[in-house]
Nanobody, 126 residues
Framework: QVQLVESGGGLVQAGDSLRLSCAAS????????MGWFRQAPGKEREFVGAITWSGGRTYYADSVKGRFTISRDNAKSTVYLQMNSLKPEDTAVYYC???????????????????WGQGTQVTVSS
């Protein structure tokens, strides 16, 4: 059984930064890609970004490209989402998830992820 624990969310002002963490257990973390998704109130969950198992490639939604950075520490079974220049429209619950997919075009798809954490709330005030 896979367990994912996201943390690091909070209430910040527009322009601030946050770093989210996702600690994974129960699976060979270093062999799977990891993705971040988010869900705003009244909206469907959407792709934010993903990182391959080696950390060699990252993929981002256009809405966060240049502001968010994904990284991972396989020794700690943890993936991070550094969020800079936050905007009110970034307000959402953020989730991490593992994926067996290896190609970028699949890593943007929610159906390619099979386990989800409880999420962490990020609220950005204007």
């Amino acid at each position: 059984q896979v367990q994912l624990v996201e943390s690091g969310g909070g209430l910040v002002q527009a322009g601030d930064s946050l770093r989210l963490s996702c600690a994974a257990s129960g699976r060979t973390f270093s062999r799977v890609a990891m993705g971040w998704f988010r869900q705003a109130p009244g909206k469907e969950r959407e792709f934010v970004g993903a990182i391959t198992w080696s950390g060699g490639r990252t993929y981002y939604a256009d809405s966060v490209k240049g502001r968010f950075t994904i990284s991972r520490d396989n020794a700690k079974s943890t993936v991070y989402l550094q969020m800079n220049s936050l905007k009110p429209e970034d307000t959402a619950v953020y989730y991490c998830a593992p994926s067996g997919a290896t190609m970028g075009r699949y890593l943007t798809r929610e159906d390619k992820y099979d386990y989800w954490g409880q999420g962490t709330q990020v609220t950005v005030s204007s």
